[in-house]
């Protein structure tokens, strides 16, 4: 990821999460403003409330001073009951505006102002009311005509209107600031849509570009991992042309060095042919005229020549069994393995038979172990094993009876087979040396071109397998061999 | 009708075709022995030579597979290849290349005789004495008496 891709996501990551926070904010706003309006609507209620009882209030007093006046000028049962009614009622409905106004000084200020008004006109009402009912109705009269009734009715009148103008102002505040608010609702409720919109659009568009993005990463991963299994094919193919051509390389120059060989060989034959003559004259000549026979010719012909022909023979003959060797290798490299069920013990105790005239002859046993079975190359597991097994009996120590093992196990898919001996062992500096071609290790008193390891290194990486040694000098020797416990067949060369 | 019948030998190893001829002269057989170092020259002679096989006289051709300008088997299909005397004449291959693929593939195209030469040269001698042998007593298909 590239540091610009790094700032965008951070950008985008940073937009959603402000996108997020906002709505969160105008929801917030919301309810807020939804719960303020509700105390606007609960206030503007009680001022209809307050209104109301100021009404109430009012009625009952004038009703009091209507029913009182009608008592006084026909003192009717119906007026006064009417009178005490409404005379009883106004404490009450005092109280009760008392009770609505607390939240307002102002207003309490009124009714205090009102209150003995209120009690004085009271007080006036049931006097000329008692002295009615006891049948004073002049004496009433006189008094009522001097009281100041008018004019108390006069003061609590302006007080209550004073009480409702004020009521009706704030109602009118009140009103506005709850038209206010429900505006600033609107308005916000507005905003959040935009808001709610933006965020839901600008996240519509991040999961369409991610998607995009990531179906784009997909298709460039599956195009990357085709392309990336026909490299290897690729690579395969090239591995096995060049495999190839070492194993023609092998083949041909080892053909090719056999060709001089013949000719050195034959003329080499041709020379021993050709000496014998020379060496009958020098016989003839030895026996007839000695003198003219010199030390440098006898010597020539009786022991130069011939060692010359033997050395240039024996070199000869090595060379040629090495050249066998390169070529058997690379036989074995171009035979197309034929992988089979093998039954191991059957496979080993074959190699013991054909080896028991020898294992007999030095006294030599050779235990099998129970073998894992494994599905492998017959005759590339018979060189490997029945070299191992040559070579153990062949590397024994002198005057200790051999003891030669072989055991296998299954490690997981693969399988593990060991031939141990008891022999004189291999130096551990060696270790790695005795699987090269025509390396030897040890006291060279046994024939052979050190080509059985090699060849069976190279079988066994050919059958996917690898081999290994443990050994010290004197304590035997246990080659170690691990393969794939299936091997699968080899696709046919191209 | 007593056309000498003529080795051809294509070597390009003068040393080996020194010694093929040495060991057939040592079996007794006396018969002209024609050496080519090369295809070109050998199919020259081979095909369009006047004393050549095709024209004039049984041979016996002697074939190495190695050669410097074409395969031996190029060669050999050539010779075998074609409708006419050429094709009856008798082919010994005689070559290092002891693989079977190779062998096979020489017998399929029509040689008589597949002979590896062995490196070791009382063999190699053995061999070639042993062909001599085997040349002495082989009919050859008289060019007269076919034409």
Not at chain 1, 16 to 25: C, D, P, T
Not at chain 1, 112 to 141: C, E, K, N, T
Not at chain 1, 416 to 432: A, S
Not at chain 2, 34 to 48: P, Q, V, Y
Request: one cysteine or more; charged letters at 25%.
């Amino acid at each position: 990821m590239t540091i610009t891709d790094r700032l965008f996501n951070r950008l985008v990551l940073g937009a959603v999460v402000i996108g997020f926070l906002s709505l969160l904010a105008a929801g917030g706003l919301i309810a807020w403003s939804i719960q303020r309006n509700q105390d606007y609507n609960l206030a503007v209620d009680h001022t209809y409330q307050v209104r109301t009882a100021v009404y109430q209030y009012r009625v009952l007093a004038e009703r009091a001073e209507a029913a009182r006046r009608g008592y006084l000028l026909k003192p009717d049962d119906r007026y006064r009951q009417v009178f005490a009614e409404t005379a009883d009622a106004l404490p009450r409905a005092f109280d009760q505006l008392v009770d609505l106004t607390r939240d307002n000084p102002r207003q309490q200020e009124r009714l205090d102002d009102l209150r003995p008004l209120a009690a004085m006109q009271s007080a006036l009402m049931r006097q000329s009311a008692g002295l009615v009912q006891r049948g004073r109705q002049i004496a009433a009269v006189g008094v009522f005509r001097n009281d100041n009734n008018l004019e108390t009715m006069q003061s609590m009148r302006t007080i209550l209107s004073q009480i409702s103008a004020e009521e009706d102002q704030l109602l009118k505040d009140r009103t506005a600031r709850q038209e206010r608010g429900v505006a600033f609702l609107k308005w916000s409720l507005g905003l959040t849509m935009l808001l709610l919109l933006a965020v839901a659009g600008g996240s519509v568009f991040v999961i369409f570009q991610y998607t995009r993005d990531l179906n784009r990463s997909r298709r460039d991963l599956f195009k990357l991992n085709a392309s990336l299994e026909s490299a290897v094919e690729d690579r395969t193919v090239d591995l096995r042309r060049a495999n190839d051509e070492i194993q023609r390389f092998a083949y041909i120059v080892s053909h090719d060095l056999r060709s001089p060989l013949v000719n050195i060989m034959g003329f080499t034959s041709e020379l021993e042919a050709a000496t014998k003559p020379l060496e009958e004259l020098v016989t003839r000549i030895e026996a007839e005229t000695p003198d003219l026979l010199t030390d440098e010719a006898r010597d020539a012909v009786r022991t130069d020549l011939p060692e010359a022909a033997g050395f240039i023979r024996a070199s000869t003959q090595k060379m040629d069994r090495l050249i066998n060797a390169i070529l058997r290798l690379s036989r074995d490299g171009r035979r197309v393995l034929a992988p089979e069920p093998l039954n191991m013990h059957g496979l080993v105790a074959g190699i013991a038979a054909s080896l028991r005239h020898r294992t007999d002859e030095i006294g030599a046993t050779l235990t099998i172990e129970p073998l894992p079975d494994l599905v492998s190359d017959r005759v590339a597991m018979e060189q490997i094993l029945s070299n191992l097994i040559e070579n153990a009996t062949k590397y024994l120590k002198p005057g200790r009876p051999g003891e030669i093992t072989v055991r296998g196990r299954m490690d997981g898919i693969r399988a593990l087979y060991e031939v141990q001996d008891n022999g004189r062992g291999i130096d551990p500096k060696d270790h790695d040396r005795i699987f090269d071609l025509f390396r030897r290790s040890g006291v060279q008193d046994q024939p052979g071109e050190g080509i059985g390891l090699a060849h069976v290194r190279a079988l066994a990486y050919r059958l996917g397998g690898v081999i290994s040694c443990e050994s010290e000098l004197d304590q035997g020797a246990t080659f170690r061999l691990s393969l794939p416990a299936v091997l699968l067949p080899e696709r046919a060369a191209e | 009708m007593t056309h000498p019948v003529t080795i051809v030998m294509i070597e390009d190893d003068e040393g080996h075709a020194r010694l093929i001829e040495k060991n057939i002269r040592r079996a007794g057989i006396n018969n002209e022995i024609r050496h080519f170092l090369d295809g070109t020259s050998a199919l020259e002679f081979l095909e369009s030579a006047h004393d050549g096989p095709s024209l004039n006289g049984p041979a016996l051709i002697l074939l190495d597979l190695n050669l410097p300008d074409m395969s031996g088997t190029d060669i050999l299909s050539r010779i075998k290849g074609k409708e006419g005397p050429l094709k009856r004449t008798p082919v010994v291959v005689l070559t290092t290349t002891d693989d079977k693929v190779e062998i096979q593939r020489c017998y399929d195209l029509g040689c008589n005789v597949y002979i590896t030469k062995p490196v070791n040269y009382e063999a190699f001698a053995q061999a070639i004495r042993q062909l001599g042998l085997f040349l002495s007593v082989i009919q050859v298909p008289d060019i007269d008496g076919a034409a």
